[in-house]
């Protein structure tokens, strides 16, 4: 189902609750959400008001993928960039890490596989971000 961005500062700045298998329908809304916002790129649960930890991006080709419960574990090659944000108003300049290995939950038939993955450039840095919106960090 297709969500309204929440903008409230004080809801986005809540750190998220670790996400669970119940949560599979957040996730979807996410997605729903997602593909409804013109050159929308990636979406965390707070920014539809859900204090969950899942994020939303579109790869480079333009697939959705979901992350439960992300970690970033490392990071190389750290680079102030400027970055937007939908449910924010300015841009701003952050540091982002050009490469990144992630770990996170992914949903498979029912049940949370840990997963672990490297990511570079844009998809990193978004991943940086959505992250960020976890910990409940406003850029």
């Not at 949560?23 to 916002?37: G, Y």
């Not at 770990?103 to 971000?129: C, S």
Request: charged share 25%.
């Amino acid at each position: 189902m297709i969500k309204d961005l929440v903008h409230d500062e004080a809801v986005l700045s809540v750190p998220c609750e670790p996400a669970t298998v119940e949560d599979a329908a957040v996730a979807q809304d996410l997605l729903d959400t997602l593909a409804s916002i013109e050159d929308a790129a990636c979406l965390a649960a707070n920014q539809i008001g859900v204090t969950k930890a899942i994020i939303v991006f579109q790869d480079e080709s333009g697939k959705a993928h979901v992350m439960y419960n992300p970690r970033i574990l490392m990071g190389l090659a750290a680079t102030k960039v400027p970055e937007s944000c939908l449910t924010h108003e300015e841009e701003t300049r952050v540091t982002r890490f050009a490469k990144i290995k992630v770990a996170f939950d992914e949903l498979v038939d029912g049940a949370f596989k840990p997963r672990k993955r490297d990511y570079l450039g844009w998809e990193a840095q978004m991943i940086q971000h959505m992250v960020d919106h976890c910990k409940g960090k406003l850029i």
